[in-house]
């Protein structure tokens, strides 16, 4: 009587499987063992042939953070009211996104201050405007105050300046009064802008 026999052929690229034999003398779990390692050998080398001839992806976005590891910047200090003054001129290869923002007023003893600052490009662009306020003790003798106005903020996607473009900040009294000193004191604004360089 002849034994049954088998045979196992499959040959997919980058695998080359043939198995022949008897099933008489070798027990059964180890028949199956040996057909799913040859099975998982098989199936392991299809999937690196498929992944193989995949075309590679060149739509990769690149990074829109420019200057390397260190792209964070940061400006400030103090503008007179009724004054125009240039903060920085981004790079020519790089726009800077501004990202925060603290203005505060400053006013003198006995005083109260409402100034507007505005953001402005070479083109006289507005970029963004701002109102802060600052207030000195009500009189001498109350001791009351005007409740303070700063901005401290924080942008979810920032404003952008462009290559080659200066941000300007232009500072203008709204408002103001005297509680029982001089209004001519100076007055104006303290700030202080960060971001990062981007590319454009």
Same mark, same amino acid.
């Given at each position: =009587? =002849?034994?049954?026999?088998?045979?196992?052929? $499959?040959?997919?690229? /980058?695998?080359?499987?043939?198995?022949?034999?008897?099933? *008489?003398?070798?027990? =059964?779990?180890? $028949?199956?063992?040996?057909?799913?390692?040859?099975?998982? #050998?098989?199936?392991?080398?299809?999937?690196?042939?498929?992944?193989?001839?995949?075309?590679?992806?060149? &739509? #990769?976005?690149?990074?829109? +953070?420019?200057? /390397?590891?260190?792209?964070?910047?940061?400006?400030?200090?103090?503008?007179?009211? @009724?004054?125009?003054?240039?903060?920085?001129?981004?790079? @020519?290869?790089?726009?800077?996104?501004?990202?925060?923002?603290?203005?505060?007023?400053?006013?003198?003893?006995?005083?109260?201050?409402?100034?507007?600052?505005?953001?402005?490009?070479?083109?006289?662009? +507005?970029?963004?405007? $701002?109102?802060? =306020?600052?207030?000195?003790?009500?009189?001498?003798?109350?001791?009351?105050?005007?409740?303070?106005?700063?901005?401290?903020? &924080?942008?979810?996607?920032?404003?952008?300046?462009?290559?080659?473009?200066?941000?300007?900040?232009?500072?203008?009294?709204?408002? *103001?009064? &005297?509680? /029982?000193?001089?209004?001519?004191?100076?007055?104006?604004?303290?700030?202080?802008?960060? /971001?990062?360089?981007?590319?454009?």
């Amino acid at each position: =009587m =002849m034994k049954p026999s088998f045979v196992v052929g $499959f040959n997919p690229p /980058g695998c080359h499987l043939s198995a022949a034999g008897s099933i *008489g003398g070798i027990r =059964m779990s180890n $028949f199956q063992s040996a057909l799913s390692t040859a099975l998982a #050998i098989c199936l392991g080398a299809i999937l690196a042939h498929v992944f193989s001839q995949s075309p590679a992806n060149a &739509s #990769i976005p690149t990074p829109s +953070v420019g200057y /390397g590891q260190n792209p964070v910047v940061s400006w400030g200090g103090y503008l007179a009211s @009724g004054s125009i003054d240039e903060v920085f001129t981004a790079p @020519g290869t790089q726009d800077v996104v501004i990202t925060d923002v603290l203005i505060a007023s400053k006013q003198g003893k006995w005083t109260v201050r409402s100034h507007q600052t505005q953001f402005l490009l070479d083109s006289d662009a +507005v970029i963004g405007e $701002f109102i802060t =306020m600052v207030g000195g003790l009500l009189d001498s003798g109350s001791g009351g105050s005007v409740h303070d106005k700063s901005i401290q903020h &924080s942008f979810s996607s920032g404003l952008r300046i462009p290559a080659g473009d200066t941000l300007r900040l232009s500072v203008l009294l709204e408002n *103001g009064w &005297s509680t /029982g000193g001089s209004i001519e004191h100076e007055h104006g604004i303290h700030y202080t802008i960060s /971001g990062y360089y981007a590319r454009p």
